[in-house]
């Protein structure tokens, strides 16, 4: 590694990236070298089977600051953002996706905020070119949803392109929970913090390694509102304890309208009726059993991440 002061570290989380590489490491320089004296950029490979380690590997020997970190297995992106995070020793940390839809031209902007003295630079997406506006409109609306239960205030959004100081990130890698959420900690984390407004661009190459209509857009949603937020709970006990109000209600009623106990109530009415009830208890037990899981990995103490082995880093 360089024995000189290193101003700024770039992160890159990536899998299976190797259409994109060439063009991002060219482009990324080219920002740097207007913006700071010493830079630094680490690639953290998340298990990629394409060509990707073999091209970093190429552009390491060609130039020392192009770094690696390779993961043991495939952890996913925030897992791999924590690493580069750590083994990072710039004395400002800017990350971003590597797919070039977040533009590396924009970080001399977030470096210019930093100068400024802010900890956290925030990049806010004001345009998504390259998506359906179903998609746009529904992204928006789960920023918005996730920071009104948050505890804390959440920039609205604002994705995973931002700016952190030194002091910041030292902040962020003392909290050790398990599948952190990484937008949550850096807005709990506090101190002076900014925004810049941007256009995100359609993905440069290859094809998407998270979908949208998945899985995974469920669990980062889950993930945003449980880290931040115990509303999910507390809404469960409000609603629950309406509809056993609501319940006790309709069968006094059915009593007094009736011969029966329930009589002449209609069968679609009780169906209803017991259908809400055992669906509400469910999406409790639900709610509940995503908040359970999140203690029993955190109580497990196990590592996040496990790093195999680095190109041009020191330690392990």
Request: aromatic share 10%; hydrophobic share 40%; with cysteine.
């Given at each position: 590694?360089?024995?000189?002061?290193?101003?700024?570290?770039?992160?890159?989380?990536?899998?299976?990236?190797?259409?994109?590489?060439?063009t991002?490491?060219?482009?990324t320089r080219?920002?740097?070298e207007?913006?700071?004296s010493?830079?630094?950029?680490?690639?953290?490979?998340?298990d990629?089977?394409?060509?990707?380690?073999?091209?970093?590997?190429?552009?390491?020997?060609?130039?020392?600051?192009?770094?690696v970190?390779?993961?043991?297995?495939?952890?996913?992106?925030?897992?791999?953002?924590?690493?580069?995070?750590?083994?990072?020793?710039g004395?400002?940390?800017?990350?971003?996706d590597?797919?070039?839809?977040?533009?590396?031209?924009?970080?001399?902007?977030?470096?210019?905020?930093?100068?400024?003295?802010?900890d956290?630079?925030?990049?806010?997406?004001?345009q998504?070119?390259?998506?359906?506006?179903?998609?746009?409109?529904?992204?928006?609306?789960?920023?918005?949803?996730i920071?009104?239960?948050?505890?804390?205030?959440?920039?609205?959004?604002?994705?995973?392109?931002?700016?952190l100081?030194?002091?910041?990130?030292?902040?962020?890698?003392?909290?050790?929970?398990?599948?952190?959420?990484?937008?949550?900690?850096?807005?709990?984390v506090?101190?002076?913090?900014?925004?810049?407004?941007?256009?995100?661009?359609?993905r440069?190459?290859?094809?998407?390694?998270?979908?949208?209509?998945?899985?995974?857009?469920?669990?980062?949603l889950?993930?945003?509102?449980?880290s931040?937020?115990?509303?999910?709970?507390?809404?469960?006990?409000?609603?629950?304890?309406?509809?056993?109000?609501?319940?006790?209600?309709?069968?006094?009623?059915?009593?007094?309208?009736?011969s029966?106990?329930?009589?002449?109530m209609?069968?679609?009415?009780?169906?209803a009726?017991?259908?809400?009830?055992?669906?509400?208890?469910?999406?409790?037990?639900?709610?509940?059993?995503f908040?359970?899981?999140?203690?029993?990995?955190?109580?497990?103490?196990?590592?996040?991440?496990?790093?195999k082995?680095?190109?041009?880093?020191?330690?392990?």
């Amino acid at each position: 590694m360089s024995e000189k002061k290193i101003e700024l570290s770039v992160v890159y989380s990536f899998r299976n990236e190797e259409e994109n590489i060439p063009t991002l490491i060219e482009r990324t320089r080219k920002a740097l070298e207007t913006a700071v004296s010493e830079f630094e950029i680490i690639f953290v490979n998340d298990d990629s089977t394409d060509e990707s380690l073999k091209l970093l590997k190429q552009f390491s020997d060609e130039d020392s600051r192009i770094r690696v970190l390779n993961m043991s297995r495939r952890f996913g992106p925030t897992e791999c953002l924590m690493a580069g995070l750590k083994y990072s020793s710039g004395q400002a940390v800017v990350f971003l996706d590597s797919d070039l839809q977040d533009p590396p031209e924009l970080i001399p902007e977030l470096v210019g905020e930093w100068h400024k003295g802010a900890d956290v630079v925030h990049t806010v997406r004001r345009q998504r070119d390259g998506e359906t506006r179903a998609r746009t409109a529904l992204t928006s609306l789960a920023y918005r949803f996730i920071n009104i239960c948050s505890d804390i205030n959440l920039p609205v959004d604002a994705g995973d392109f931002k700016l952190l100081s030194r002091r910041a990130v030292e902040h962020v890698l003392t909290m050790k929970e398990s599948r952190p959420y990484i937008r949550g900690l850096i807005a709990w984390v506090g101190l002076h913090q900014t925004v810049v407004e941007y256009v995100r661009h359609g993905r440069y190459g290859g094809t998407p390694h998270f979908r949208f209509y998945g899985t995974s857009a469920l669990f980062q949603l889950l993930n945003g509102l449980t880290s931040n937020s115990a509303l999910p709970i507390y809404l469960m006990l409000i609603f629950g304890g309406l509809l056993f109000v609501i319940s006790m209600a309709l069968g006094i009623a059915a009593l007094i309208l009736t011969s029966g106990p329930v009589g002449g109530m209609s069968t679609y009415t009780f169906l209803a009726l017991f259908l809400s009830m055992w669906g509400t208890i469910l999406l409790a037990l639900g709610a509940l059993g995503f908040y359970i899981s999140r203690i029993d990995q955190n109580v497990r103490n196990r590592p996040n991440y496990i790093v195999k082995d680095t190109i041009g880093l020191d330690k392990i």
